[in-house]
Structures are given as C-alpha cells and as structure tokens.
C-alpha cells in the first residue's frame, strides 16, 4: 500500500477550504440578501467598530476558542487556521468586490456563495485536522452538558443571530436560504472530499483500498 501523498492532500484541503470558505461567506454579504447566523454577528459588530467584517470574524473565532477552556476541547491545527484564514480571505474579497446590484445578480450571487461555503466545509471537515471553533463551541456544549447536538447548535446560533440583528447585521431570504440549503449541500460534498473515504490505489499495487488517517 501506498501512503505518500495523503497528508499533502490534507493540507491542501485544509487551506483550499478554509479560503473558500471565507470567500463564499463574502459573496453572501455582497449579495445583500440576509447571511448566515455567525456573519449576522460579524456585520453588527463591524457596523459599531468600524473594523471589516473578516476581521471581526477572525477574532470572533479567537473569543470562540477561549470558551473551549472551561468545556475541556483541544484545538487541532485545523482550528487555528480557521481562525487565520476564514475571515481574512472573506476581507480580501470584501475589498475587491463591489456590492451586487439587481436581484436576479443578487440571488445568484447568494446561491454562488452558499454554494461555494458547502464545497468549502467538504474540503476542511474531509481534511480532519479538527473542527473549526464555532463547531468546536457546539460539540463541546454538548459533551458537558449531555444536550442533543441540534439544541446546542439552535441554542448558539439563534443566539448570534439575535444579538448580530439587534447590532444592524443583515437578515433576510439569504439567511433562511443559508439555513435550509447548507446542510443537504454539505452532506452531498463531504463524502467526495473526506480524506477518510476509502480509494482504490494504483492497480500495480492491487486492489486493495485504503482510508486516509483522520485528523
């Protein structure tokens, strides 16, 4: 069996999504239509700091991070270079794209967007170098507190969402499409992308197929 090639993977992986990720989150602010709970809190925070929205996304995820102290989650490499790269790659497209005008570009631009985060969150969960801090957030209240993983998800992100509106943060049809749309897109992605998934190797090697080792 052949191993070599598989933690080059991963890393790309990692930093691939974690981009896209980030750009995607950006496509959806600039389509003006409502964003994703978490983007919600950014936009409110940075309607009342003046600081971009990806930075405050970057240190929102630092904050986040502090919060696995007391429910005893370990970070994985994965974890910090969410916090690093997420919101700096959706400030980056923040500078260079201008807000979308019209709303069939609107809604296109939304879908784009949620597409892209859906396609993203494939390419860093498959990577398994550990969750992303807000996931980390949920699956640790869960782990203390016993609660079943939809009530600490709900129970976070309704919260972020109502603080981030009471700040300005935009809601609308792109939140609520956010919402429905990202779970069945990422449960079409990550079986593609999971560097878990057994694969067939080289047929010098035989047909024996092999998973990656998780992160």
Same mark, same amino acid.
């Given at each position: 069996?052949?191993? =070599? ?6 890393i790309?992986?990692?930093l691939?999504?974690?981009?896209l ?9 600039e389509?003006?239509?409502?964003v =994703? ?11 009342h ?10 240190i ?5 991070l502090?919060l696995?102290i ?6 994985g490499i ?6 690093l790269?997420v919101?700096?790659s ?13 709303l069939?570009a609107?809604i296109a ?11 993203a ?11 992303g ?5 949920m ?29 300005g943060?935009t ?6 499409l956010f ?12 079986p ?12 010098? =090697?035989g ?9």
């Open positions: 069996m052949r191993l =070599d090639g598989i933690m080059p993977r991963r790309t992986q990692l691939v999504g974690l981009v990720y980030g750009a995607g989150c950006a496509l959806t602010v389509a003006g239509l409502g =994703d709970p978490w983007t919600v809190f950014a936009q409110g925070v940075s309607i700091t003046g600081i971009g929205i990806g930075w405050v996304t970057n929102v995820g630092f904050l986040v502090l696995w007391p429910l005893r989650q370990k970070p994965g974890t910090i270079a969410n916090i790269l919101g700096t959706m400030q980056v497209v923040l500078t260079f794209v201008p807000p979308i005008a019209g069939p609107q631009v939304l879908l784009g967007g949620i597409l892209m985060v859906a396609i969150s494939g390419l860093y969960i498959g990577a398994r170098f550990g969750p801090p807000r996931d980390g957030l699956t640790g209240l869960h782990a203390r507190l016993h609660w079943p993983i939809w009530v600490c998800r709900a129970l976070v992100e309704l919260s972020v969402l109502a603080i981030g509106w009471l700040l943060g809601v609308g049809i792109g939140t609520v919402a429905v749309l990202i779970g069945p897109l990422v449960h079409i992605a990550l593609l992308l999971d560097t878990a998934r057994p694969r067939r190797i080289r047929q010098s =090697d047909p024996t197929t092999i998973a990656a080792v998780g992160g």
